[in-house]
């Protein structure tokens, strides 16, 4: 029986409306937040000629998405988690129009775009706790590896095919296929998802601005979520071939052409890795497997201190990539886990946490690739995270081995 439903956990998904409307509005977002940060570096560059202001502008696509997890994701445990995402995607829309138009001022773009990433972080913790009350046991599962395998295909296709796009129609009606993505995600969600109340009634509401040290007392509150979350916050570590492909494509003495091919392994891998995790680890296997793959992802990129060629770098990353699909237990255990009226608030805190690690990790790697080379900040990252990966997995053990004695 349980291999049956390992076995159907994909179908099950896709055979509920609501996950498949979930699933397509937030694969067309992640689609046209691709194209349009292709869009946006290509218009700064243009009208600017600095590659600074072309990289801060690309970098305001992401960091305000911290602040919109960690601060702004309790929004969609005092309101209905349906309304929370279509009012994310509207204001989306309006944005993303703003930036379409022709000669808009800069500073106006950056203040758009950093709008959009903002309100992104709601969204995603919306349909991260709606998840949950949509599909159960296996379905769940392989809902958030699907997840996974479209947020990691949409970044290879907007990356590899983005700029071919760009140029074959313009900048301006990029930004606008863009923000017709975020509309038609508003109706998906609008039309096929059906009312829930707020989680939390009026009377229960905490004050806004507690809503996330509320939600750190509940990961702290749960037996080994902390541990859990240690484990997740590794990708800061893992991330930083993806920021060093340049770098690492020069150190190797390889044409830039190449450089896609390394920041597109780990990706690649982490796609092979979640469908391989999910569909043929069973229920009561995956919680164990998280430490030891968390290890092996970081043990994986530690073998780059023997200094490997082009073809050896990618099937490194790749393996690597492929162990990180440990993340996809992390998230269902972290949903299944947290009650019910603080789960976006939860899921908003490890989004934020991973989006803050992965920021630094990225800029850390680069400055002591600077001292040290490329090949050996890889694998210097790679060991710390098996090292810190050994005590959280041990703790994460215990604790899944306490549950199981206990439910048995």
Known sequence: ????????????????????????????????????????????????????????????????????????????DRYPRREV????????????????????????????????????????????????????????????AVRSITIQTAQLLGFTLGGVLVALINPYLALALDAATFLVSAALVRWAVPYRPAPQQPEQRRRFWSSSLHGARVIASIPGLPALYVLAMLAGLYIGPEGLAAAWTAEL????KVVGLLMGAPAGGLIIGAWLFTRFAGPEI????????????????????????????????????????????????????????????????????ALTVQGIGVLLAGVLAEQIGVANTVAAAGAVGALIAVPAAVAWSRATAARETTTG
Do not use: H
């Not at 896709?14 to 570096?41: I, K, P, Y």
């Not at 003495?253 to 830039?256: A, F, K, N, V």
């Open 1 to 76: 029986m349980g291999q049956l439903a390992q076995r159907s956990g994909f179908r099950a998904a896709f055979g509920v409306g609501e996950f498949r409307a979930l699933w397509a509005a937030e694969g067309l977002s992640q689609l046209g937040d691709q194209l349009a940060r292709v869009a946006l570096t290509v218009l700064v560059y243009a009208s600017t000629n600095s590659a600074a202001l072309a990289a801060l502008t690309l970098a305001l696509s992401y960091t305000p998405s911290f602040l919109g997890s960690a601060l702004l994701s309790g929004l969609a």
């Open 85 to 144: 995402m279509v009012v994310c995607d509207l204001i989306s829309t309006g944005l993303v129009l703003i930036m379409a138009i022709p000669q808009m001022p800069l500073p106006v773009v950056c203040v758009a775009m950093a709008g959009v990433a903002l309100v992104g972080g709601p969204f995603r913790s919306a349909r991260l706790a709606l998840l949950p009350e949509v599909l159960e046991g296996e379905a769940y599962v392989a809902a958030l």
């Open 253 to 256: 003495g390889e044409p830039t």
């Open 286 to 353: 995956r919680p164990r497997l998280v430490g030891p793959l968390a290890g092996l992802a970081g043990l994986a990129l530690a073998v780059c201190v023997f200094k490997p060629g082009l073809w050896a770098a990618v099937g490194i990353l790749v393996l690597s990539g492929l162990c990180t699909a440990y993340q996809v237990q992390v998230g269902a255990s972290f949903g299944r886990s947290a009650p019910a009226d603080s789960r976006a608030q939860v899921m908003g805190l490890l989004n934020s946490g």
